[in-house]
């Protein structure tokens, strides 16, 4: 069989393993995408771009794309269901991006297709089911079958952008390790006929957490927390759930995605290992809620397309400046990690739910509201 080459093959053409093939495409370094796919998604699904990720879009000259689909959310609401408790204005930040842009994945993904079929227009392969991979000394072999037949690509490094779970980091042996938290949710988009514009709000009932976040094309979703796992979630399980805690009447508003989660904390134990690297969900995951994963992702992108260009530069400093991206993201994912599980427990049922809506005042009607500015945008993570 003929090995094509590339210097880097990426196996997953999401949003993570997308923006990684624009970074190294950018920086002149040849690398080629694997995606089992035939397009990208067709529904919502991650939505939630925090200005961290903004700024490094900005960096790459493709920022404006997103503006023009997102909605900008300058505003977060607390609500016990009764009351709003106080609010966090993130427009207090400086900078161009003091907002949180709510994009639905189908927007995402096809930006940055078009960005990285710009720039490298042969790079992407689709319907691509990756089956085996095989490492030397000089290079590392990926197998890969398209249209019922076998191909094989060979690179000086694979990188996994395939998700939790990864076949690429599953075959290299790389262990996996982590958590399967209690917590479960049921979410959904439908038509906006609240009153809160482009705000956010996070709901407190005693019951246990609603979200509420505006989407383009006056949608919003809605995310709220269930005492289990629902199997096959239906429209009208969350409408009753929104209706029983805070009274928001759904019935019969135009709905287009609804799903059901759990949530998972696992990391892998190394990011790389001899030529195979790991990025993204591939290499960690963390609760969604608070909107943080794919925001990792991207960072980890950066800092990875990075680190391969200065051993490009200085190939004898590879294992040093590899173990530096691993550091340097571990350190980012454990600090988003203890962010996001503070973000799960605040929204759990409670037995007592004055003792949370005193601590939620307390937070947002005091100097703590800095802080809590900074958990909710992502900010001085790296």
């Known amino acids: 069989m003929k090995k094509n080459k590339s210097e880097i093959t990426i196996v997953g053409g999401g949003p993570v393993g997308l923006f990684l093939g624009i970074c190294l495409s950018q920086q002149g370094i040849d690398c080629t995408i694997l995606e089992k796919?035939?397009?990208?998604?067709?529904?919502?699904?991650?939505?939630?771009?925090?200005?961290?990720?903004?700024?490094?879009?900005?960096?790459?000259?493709?920022?404006?794309?997103f503006l023009e689909k997102g909605i900008s959310i300058i505003k977060g609401l607390a609500h016990d269901g009764d009351r709003i408790l106080g609010s966090i204005d993130f427009d207090q930040f400086e900078g161009p991006f003091n907002f949180i842009l709510a994009c639905p994945q189908f927007y995402t993904e096809r930006i940055l297709l078009a960005k990285f079929q710009e720039l490298n227009p042969d790079g992407l392969i689709t319907e691509a089911t990756v089956r085996r991979i095989k490492q030397s000394d000089q290079e590392v072999s990926c197998w890969y079958l398209k249209a019922?037949?076998?191909?094989?690509i060979a690179s000086k490094y694979i990188i996994?952008?395939?998700?939790?779970?990864?076949?690429?980091?599953?075959?290299?042996?790389?262990?996996?390790?982590?958590?399967?938290?209690?917590?479960?949710?049921?979410m959904g988009d439908f038509d906006d006929n609240t009153s809160y514009g482009n705000q956010a709000v996070v709901f407190l009932p005693k019951q246990g957490l609603i979200e509420s976040f505006p989407l383009p094309d006056n949608m919003r979703r809605w995310v709220v927390k269930t005492d289990s796992y629902i199997d096959s979630p239906t429209p009208s399980i969350l409408v009753e759930l929104v209706q029983q805690r805070i009274g928001a009447d759904l019935k019969g508003l135009?709905?287009?995605?609804?799903?059901?989660?759990?949530?998972?904390?696992?990391?892998?134990?190394?990011?790389?290992?001899?030529?195979?690297?790991?990025?993204?969900?591939?290499?960690?995951?963390?609760?969604?809620?608070?909107?943080?994963?794919?925001?990792?992702?991207?960072?980890?992108?950066?800092?990875?397309?990075?680190?391969?260009?200065?051993?490009?530069?200085?190939?004898?400093?590879?294992?040093?400046?590899?173990?530096d991206y691993q550091k340097q993201q571990k350190k980012i994912v454990k600090k988003a990690s203890r962010r996001a599980e503070w973000n799960m427990i605040m929204g759990r049922k409670q037995l007592f739910p004055f003792l949370r809506t005193t601590m939620v005042q307390l937070i947002l009607k005091t100097p703590l509201k800095k802080v809590a500015l900074k958990i909710f945008t992502m900010k001085n993570l790296y």
């Open 148 to 152: 019922g037949k076998e191909n094989c």
């Open 254 to 323: 135009k709905k287009t995605m609804i799903s059901s989660f759990g949530v998972q904390n696992f990391s892998a134990e190394n990011y790389f290992k001899d030529r195979v690297i790991l990025c993204g969900d591939a290499a960690h995951v963390v609760s969604p809620i608070g909107g943080q994963g794919m925001n990792l992702g991207w960072i980890g992108a950066w800092l990875l397309a990075k680190a391969l260009f200065k051993i490009k530069m200085n190939p004898e400093k590879e294992t040093e400046l590899l173990s």
């Open 37 to 65: 796919r035939a397009e990208p998604v067709q529904d919502s699904r991650s939505l939630g771009i925090h200005p961290v990720s903004l700024e490094l879009f900005e960096k790459s000259g493709f920022v404006n794309e």
């Open 160 to 186: 996994g952008c395939d998700g939790k779970n990864s076949l690429v980091r599953k075959e290299s042996g790389i262990l996996y390790e982590g958590k399967q938290y209690p917590d479960t949710y049921i």
